[in-house]
């Protein structure tokens, strides 16, 4: 018998154990080389429906918080627009941990079915907010509640083989640029129902007396329908109920899960519980991570200042689009990166690795951004046709930064770390994403009333402090900041 145990405590081997939903998945990956569509098809629609809330809100905000009375003058929607689309991240900054501890203890699969759940009920009172402190308090529980962001991370790179990671995270990001598509397409066209569309909608009807309600309804209904695809989810997560069984596992736990170099692999795999705080030691770990934060500060300032300058008035250097102006452009860019992820991010990740391409996107970015505020001077086909171009770049720069921070986040922690790793992600990700759109609400407001400046005008100053972000995001990718293994180059 020991001698038939002996080669379950083999270097680099994993103990399976009969009812395990890991063991079970892993024997299932063995055995089947391909890409396991069905699993990622659940990942994506869960994904979509836990991103819809977020970008479908910014084409109707700055009309949505006019019509709540709560700014008394113009100048001042942005100002409070910030604060609502930054309570969702303080909510999510708050939970993201106990999320992730959640989700490594009772499995990424309760995780994900509790914040579907979360988007169902707090989305739809969302849409019923009649005042902003309502809008603001449903809004922060749904941050709170919804802790799908950094399981279904992990979960990506645990239900298929280490060869398709690349592709399954990537699918956590591209769901969110479909999001980026039917989000403000549904937000821009949806919204105030009773205006736009008379003749199907009553101003008696509660979408009437609810201009918002409809799109989060929809929204709402979608992610009823992924609650019930997620019945059909594999769990990943390693569960045993016998102690000798897991100290066995731990012995042999497979350093070849580790996409790093052999003595960091030597480090996580010879302690499966390591704790938070060895986490926050990982130099591999926090480097992304501190990425990942910076960008999301960046990006998140961009869409809530690009929605409120698009929409508002030439007298302010606006472009004076409508919400569904907004709606589209943000569509055709979530469509475009869409197609980039899935197609061309791949390859060009496989052939030339992540930071080149991280660090080529960052330079585009601040080029690209320093022309916006010239498109001020522009009317007709011609602001709608290169609006729609640099909205397309910009989110495709943005997409191969996130992606490669995800990929170098997961890849620097073994599974059972995985969860606690990616809530300590989004935990410091949502801090800077709470701060960016109450930042840039807050910069917006002061730009419209600056506009007149000679030097820098307000809107030129807008998108300047935008690109030191950027330019801060690009240093951190070198030494010394910067942990440079061989995954990353």
């Excluded at 299932?28 to 869960?46: D, H, I, R, S």
Aim: hydrophobic share 50%; with cysteine; proline share 4%.
């Amino acid at each position: 018998m020991a001698a038939a145990a002996a080669p379950l405590l083999a270097k680099g081997r994993r103990v399976c154990k009969e009812g395990c939903p890991g063991c079970s998945l892993d024997q299932t990956n063995k055995t089947n080389a391909g890409v396991p569509y069905l699993n990622f098809f659940y990942v994506w629609v869960v994904c979509l429906c836990a991103a819809l809330p977020i970008q479908s809100l910014f084409p109707y905000l700055y009309f949505m918080i006019r019509d709540l009375n709560i700014a008394k003058q113009e100048e001042d929607i942005g100002f409070y627009a910030g604060f609502v689309g930054a309570a969702y991240f303080l909510g999510r900054t708050t939970s993201a941990v106990p999320w992730g501890m959640f989700a490594d203890k009772y499995g990424r699969k309760p995780c994900i079915m509790i914040s579907i759940l979360s988007v169902i009920v707090f989305n739809t009172l969302f849409g019923l907010s009649t005042t902003y402190w309502m809008a603001i308090i449903t809004r922060g529980l749904l941050g709170l509640l919804c802790g799908i962001l950094g399981p279904i991370k992990a979960y990506a790179s645990e239900v298929c083989r280490k060869e398709h990671q690349a592709l399954g995270i990537s699918l956590v990001t591209s769901s969110r640029s479909i999001a980026l598509i039917i989000g403000p397409a549904i937000g821009g066209f949806l919204a105030r129902p009773a205006k736009k569309y008379p003749n199907l909608f009553l101003e008696e009807s509660i979408f009437g007396r609810f201009p918002y309600f409809l799109p989060c309804l929809v929204i709402s209904a979608l992610a009823a329908a992924a609650g019930v695809a997620c019945i059909w989810l594999p769990e990943t997560l390693h569960m045993y109920h016998d102690e000798k069984m897991e100290a066995i596992d731990a012995m042999g736990a497979p350093v070849t899960d580790l996409n790093i170099e052999d003595g960091k692999a030597k480090q996580f795999g010879s302690d499966r519980m390591a704790s938070t705080k060895s986490l926050l030691k990982n130099r591999q770990l926090m480097s992304a991570i501190t990425l990942y934060c910076v960008f999301s500060l960046h990006d998140t300032a961009y869409l809530e200042i690009f929605s409120l300058w698009a929409v508002s008035s030439r007298k302010y250097h606006g472009l004076s689009l409508t919400s569904q102006d907004v709606g589209t452009v943000l569509a055709i860019s979530g469509f475009g990166v869409l197609v980039y992820q899935l197609v061309i991010y791949p390859l060009l990740a496989k052939y030339v690795g992540l930071i080149k391409p991280f660090r080529f996107a960052a330079v585009l970015s601040i080029l690209l951004l320093t022309t916006y505020p010239f498109m001020g001077n522009l009317y007709g086909v011609e602001l709608k046709v290169l609006i729609n171009i640099a909205s397309l770049l910009k989110n495709m720069f943005a997409a191969t930064i996130t992606v490669a921070c995800n990929i170098l986040q997961n890849t620097a922690v073994i599974q059972e770390q995985r969860g606690v790793a990616n809530g300590i992600s989004v935990t410091l990700m949502s801090i800077f994403k709470a701060v960016a759109p109450a930042a840039g609400g807050i910069l917006f407001s002061w730009a419209q009333k600056n506009i007149t400046r000679l030097f820098l005008p307000g809107d030129h100053i807008l998108f300047f402090i935008l690109n030191m972000v950027s330019v801060i995001g690009l240093l951190l990718t070198f030494k010394p900041f910067f942990s440079m293994t061989s995954v990353m180059k």
